[in-house]
């Protein structure tokens, strides 16, 4: 069964940092894309950014572009996103979400990924 599972969403103040962790089972990252989306109260799920199994990154476009950066270590199977310089409107759910990679660097929409995680927390508050 493939499963993803995130972790590292907390309460922190503006402008601190957090370092999220999705983690694969019953499956190997190696030949997926891997995405970070998230979703806010209201709105509809955002990608992030994505990272194809070459370590090609897509940032989607926003306030988020040079604050958090997503890397893959595919030693321990598992995708990371660095949130840097938190803002109270980075407040969301961050979900991962892992597709068949293939060859293409990904739009990093919702809809171009089939397997979820069930999202992390994360919260940003004085």
């Known amino acids: 069964q493939l499963q993803l599972v995130e972790s590292g969403g ?3 103040q503006p ?4 370092r999220l962790s999705c983690a694969a089972s019953g499956f190997s990252l190696d030949n997926f894309s891997v995405g970070w989306f998230r979703q806010a109260p209201g709105k509809e799920r955002e990608g992030v950014s994505c990272i194809n199994k070459s370590g090609g990154i897509r940032v989607f476009p926003g306030s988020m572009m040079g604050r958090f950066t ?3 270590d595919n030693t321990k199977n598992t995708v990371y996103l ?5 803002k109270p409107e980075d407040t969301a759910v961050y979900y991962c979400a892992a597709d068949p990679d293939r060859g293409l ?6 809809t ?3 397997t979820w995680g069930q ?3 994360v919260t940003v508050s004085a």
């Open 82 to 86: 660095q949130l840097d310089s938190l």
């Open 119 to 121: 999202g992390t927390q």
């Open 15 to 18: 402008g601190g940092t957090l």
């Open 112 to 114: 171009e990924y089939t």
């Open 105 to 110: 660097l990904r739009r990093c929409t919702v």
């Open 70 to 72: 997503i890397s893959r």
């Open 10 to 12: 907390d309460l922190v």
